[in-house]
C-alpha cells in the first residue's frame, strides 16, 4: 500500500528565498506523481504533473523533480513571494488511486 | 469550460440527519473521484466512478457512505446519520480518461461537512 510523506510539515522563510519541498513515497511503481497547492479553506489547485518516464518539470518559477528508484520527488520553489504562502500536497498515482501527502505549510514572510 | 463544480460548499447537518455532496465533472470528463480531507490530515481517496458504476470504493467506509455516478446529473455523495467525526472538507475530481496513469485530474472546490 502506498504510504506517501511530506517532510517538512511547516517551513517559514523571508521573501526572495529559494526553497525545497520534500516527498517520499514507498511504491516505487507509480504512473505519475502530482504536486498541487491548497489556500487555506480552499480546493487544490494542480501545480505540476510528472510522468512516470519523465524526471522533471517546470513552470514559471516552480521545479518539481521524480526519482521513481529512490522515491523522492522535490518542488523547488525560487525566489519566494509571499503570495506563494500556502500549502503544498504531492500525491502519487498507481493504477486508480492517488495517495496524498500530509502536506507542507509554507509561510513566506516580506 | 467550467471546471468542476461541488455544491453546496458549505453544508451543516445535525448528528443523525443525512448528508448529500454533489459533484459537477467538467465538460467531456466521465469519470469522478472522491476524497475526504479530515482536519490536521491529508486528503484520503474514497472512491472512484464512471458513469454508472463504480470503479474502486476501497477508500469508502464500509457504513453509512454510499456514492453514485448516474448517466444523467452529477455524482453524488451520500452520508446517512452523519456523526460529528464526519465532519471534513469532501473534494471532487474529474478526468477524461479513467484511471490517474496519464492525465490529471481536476479538482473542485469542495464542499466543507459540518456536524453538529
Given at each position: 500500500?502506498?504510504?506517501v510523506t511530506q517532510i517538512p510539515a511547516?517551513?517559514?522563510?523571508?521573501?526572495?528565498?529559494?526553497?525545497?519541498?520534500?516527498?517520499?513515497?514507498?511504491?516505487?511503481?507509480?504512473?505519475?506523481?502530482?504536486?498541487?497547492?491548497?489556500?487555506?479553506?480552499?480546493g487544490l489547485t494542480s501545480l505540476l504533473l510528472i510522468q512516470s518516464s519523465q524526471r522533471e518539470q517546470t513552470s514559471g518559477r516552480l521545479n518539481a523533480s521524480l526519482d521513481k528508484s529512490s522515491g523522492?520527488?522535490?518542488?523547488?520553489?525560487?525566489?519566494?513571494?509571499?503570495?506563494?504562502?500556502?500549502?503544498?500536497?504531492?500525491?502519487?498515482?498507481?493504477?486508480?488511486?492517488?495517495?496524498?501527502?500530509?502536506?507542507?505549510?509554507?509561510t513566506v514572510k516580506p | 469550460n467550467a471546471g468542476v463544480m461541488q455544491n453546496p460548499r458549505h453544508l451543516v447537518r445535525r448528528r443523525g440527519q443525512e448528508a448529500r455532496l454533489r459533484c459537477s465533472p467538467m465538460?467531456?470528463?466521465?469519470?469522478?473521484?472522491?476524497?475526504?480531507?479530515?482536519?490536521?490530515?491529508?486528503?484520503?481517496?474514497?472512491?472512484?466512478?464512471?458513469?454508472?458504476?463504480?470503479?474502486?470504493?476501497?477508500?469508502?467506509?464500509?457504513?453509512?457512505?454510499s456514492a453514485e455516478f448516474p448517466k444523467e446529473g452529477p455524482s453524488?455523495?451520500?452520508?446517512?446519520?452523519?456523526?460529528?467525526?464526519?465532519s471534513a472538507a469532501y473534494f471532487c475530481a474529474s478526468s477524461p480518461i479513467g484511471g490517474t496513469n496519464s492525465y490529471e485530474q481536476y479538482f473542485g472546490p469542495g464542499t466543507r461537512l459540518t456536524v453538529t
Open positions: 500500500k502506498q504510504e511547516a517551513l517559514s522563510v523571508p521573501e526572495g528565498e529559494n526553497l525545497v519541498l520534500n516527498c517520499s513515497f514507498t511504491d516505487s511503481a507509480i504512473y505519475n506523481l502530482q504536486w498541487f497547492r491548497q489556500d487555506p479553506g480552499k523522492r520527488s522535490t518542488l523547488y520553489i525560487a525566489a519566494s513571494q509571499p503570495g506563494d504562502s500556502a500549502t503544498y500536497l504531492c500525491a502519487a498515482s498507481n493504477n486508480n488511486d492517488m495517495r496524498f501527502g500530509a502536506g507542507t505549510r509554507l | 465538460k467531456g470528463h466521465s469519470h469522478v473521484y472522491w476524497y475526504r480531507q479530515l482536519p490536521e490530515e491529508g486528503l484520503k481517496f474514497m472512491v472512484y466512478l464512471q458513469k454508472e458504476n463504480i470503479i474502486d470504493e476501497s477508500g469508502m467506509p464500509k457504513e453509512r457512505f453524488i455523495l451520500r452520508i446517512q446519520q452523519v456523526v460529528r467525526g464526519d
